[in-house]
């Protein structure tokens, strides 16, 4: 397995990824930032980087995450009742950082955007970001595909986010994906952003997303690998006061969270699925929140709760959990700052030889 050491400076990592970014790397033996620097730039910090593999790991590396977890069981997942318009105003954070890993990576895709080529956007919630960040980055092309497993994100996203080359549709890619191959085609590259994480069958989602590539097709994930978020949720998902307003949280919670090396579990997910990985990283992330209402509007914009749960019942529990992450949280001038770790995986269908976009303009 071809591995290479996290490049520790902007000009190493513009260097190899071919890009621009206007956030500074630091080295990945620094696990701490002062909270100043933490609330006016996104920490992610490289903890190793894949380049190049082929290879599946080492059987001794996969990860011990209990009875079927992390394996391909064909069972489906359930989305959580997410709202479109809290979701929009409470998605600064992930905006942020997709943009980051997409300003990154979207110059290692082998081939440069053209008219002839259609790509899929797989979790677009509510259509902001497809439309505003991320059709830009994709022209000239055929079209974007946007999909999200909730039908009340797609309609709002057809009817505020409306863009003559994106077409929005509803996909669950814990199902079958082979009646939207047949109506849509496969894809040229495939985009995921804080989605993956939400299928507890993640060998069955990524397998699934390489059926959907075309046979030289990549793609760009990013989701959660490990987050104080799902700890909370187990932690009330017990209580007696809160176990009624809290859908079964653990259909919410990837495997990887409970996974002794996320490295590792990556690694083994990526290769029973098949997809050849040419960057593959697990990130130190910094969240500060300024105030505590921040905190609460993030809390309430991704919480898993019960059908039938009233609005009271899970604005206490918001309340509830908030009051508990800030006791949690490290307080500083910037806000209150909670750190998580996120899985970036730039793949490929088959092992074909390839050469990325950027390195081509530079011999040209």
């Known amino acids: 397995m ?7 400076s902007r000009s ?42 082929t290879n599946p790991p080492d059987e001794s590396t996969t990860p011990e995450t209990g009875p ?14 997410l709202s479109p318009q809290l979701y929009t105003s409470a998605n600064a954070f992930q905006k942020r950082d997709n943009l980051l890993v997409l300003d990154l990576l979207n110059m290692a895709f082998r081939r440069a955007p053209s008219e002839d080529q259609q790509f899929l956007d797989i979790g677009c919630a509510a259509g902001d970001f497809t439309r505003d960040v991320l059709m830009p980055r994709c ?44 109506r849509y085609g496969r894809f040229d590259r495939v985009y995921s952003f804080f989605c993956l994480h939400w299928i507890h069958d993640q060998i069955g989602a990524l397998r699934n997303i390489r059926k959907l590539m075309a046979p030289e097709g990549e793609c760009l994930l990013y989701f959660c690998a490990r987050t ?8 009330f998902a017990r209580m007696d006061r809160w176990k009624d307003v809290l859908s079964d949280v653990e259909n919410f919670i990837p495997p990887s969270h409970d996974a002794k090396d996320l490295l590792s579990y990556l690694e083994h997910i990526l290769a029973a699925s098949e997809l050849k990985p040419h960057t593959c990283e697990v990130l130190r992330n ?5 105030t505590e209402q ?27 959990m908030t009051a508990e992450v800030v006791l949690r949280s490290r307080k500083g001038l910037g806000g209150f700052s909670a750190a998580f770790d996120a899985y970036v995986v730039h793949a490929s269908r088959s092992a074909v030889s390839r050469t990325p976009q950027w390195l081509m303009m530079q011999s040209g």
Do not use: N
């Open 2 to 8: 071809a591995l290479r050491r996290c490049l520790c």
């Open 12 to 53: 190493g990592a513009k260097l190899f990824l071919g890009c621009k970014t206007s956030i500074s790397f630091s080295s990945p033996s620094v696990l701490r930032r002062s909270v100043d620097d933490e609330h006016r730039l996104p920490v992610l910090q490289c903890m190793r980087r894949l380049s190049g593999s």
């Open 68 to 81: 079927a977890r992390g394996k391909s069981t064909g069972s489906t997942s359930s989305a959580p009742m």
């Open 139 to 182: 022209s000239p092309c055929r079209r974007i595909v946007a999909t999200d497993v909730s039908s009340s994100m797609i309609a709002h996203a057809k009817r505020f986010y409306t863009h003559p080359y994106i077409t929005y549709d509803v996909l669950d890619l814990s199902h079958d994906v082979s009646p939207f191959v047949e």
């Open 228 to 235: 104080p978020s799902y700890t909370l949720w187990r932690e």
């Open 286 to 290: 910094v969240w500060t929140f300024p």
């Open 294 to 320: 921040d905190i609460a509007g993030t809390i309430s914009a991704v919480l898993p709760v019960a059908k039938g749960a009233s609005v009271q019942e899970v604005q206490e529990l918001a309340k509830a």
